[in-house]
């Protein structure tokens, strides 16, 4: 039973924490934004230094997208302000 668990583990991939969920949210592809308690949320997570590298990986990650994808380039950039 072990086996099958790491073997479903390994296929998955790493859990993502909380925060790279909050980030999810904030540059999904749906048509609203994020709530601004959510913003807030992350921008403070910036003030931990293992954080905001999470945070600008996502974020660079978000603006290498094609143009099709173009919510969730300007989410970033709203984010941004």
Do not use: C
Not at 6 to 20: I, M, Y
């Amino acid at each position: 039973m072990a086996g099958l668990f790491s073997a479903v583990s390994s296929f998955l991939g790493p859990e993502r924490t909380e925060l790279e969920k909050k980030l999810d949210t904030a540059l999904s592809k749906e048509n609203w934004g994020a709530p601004t308690s959510l913003l807030r949320e992350i921008a403070e997570a910036t003030r931990d230094r293992t954080d905001f590298a999470v945070i600008m990986k996502e974020t660079w990650a978000s603006l290498d997208h094609a143009g099709k994808n173009w919510r969730q380039i300007y989410k970033v950039g709203a984010r941004g302000d």
